[in-house]
């Protein structure tokens, strides 16, 4: 089983942050993120879906929604503060209200 392959199973059973899966893996975080982007694909090929809870400030709460998900910001934008939560992955099916227009 390759270790994308591992990812997914994992993920489907436990959420990850992607230090956990690096430290699991004793890889580096830009080859986990690298994983990921390609097991977002794969899954949706499948129904399933990556699900990525965001980033948040551990001070006062803000919560980083934009588009570079998979890496952990350094500082919070409201506060300043580096006491930020890890972004945490995992897999489900597909949400059935999304993709009302695929076929
Ligand atoms: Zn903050």
Redesign the pocket.
């Known amino acids: 089983m390759t270790r994308r392959q591992q990812i997914i199973q994992i993920l489907r059973q436990t959420p990850q942050t992607v230090k956990q899966l690096a430290d699991y893996f004793e890889v580096t975080r830009g080859e986990i993120e690298t994983d990921l982007v390609h097991i977002e694909k794969s899954v949706r090929a499948e129904n399933q879906k990556l699900v990525i809870q965001p980033a948040s ?6 919560v980083f929604r934009e588009r570079s998900r998979l890496r952990k910001p350094s500082k ?6 580096e ?1 930020i939560t890890e972004p945490v992955f995992s897999i489900s099916s597909q949400n059935p209200q999304q993709g009302n227009s695929q076929r």
Request: hydrophobic share 15%.
């Open positions: 400030c551990r001070e006062c709460s803000f919070c934008p409201r506060c300043k503060s006491a």
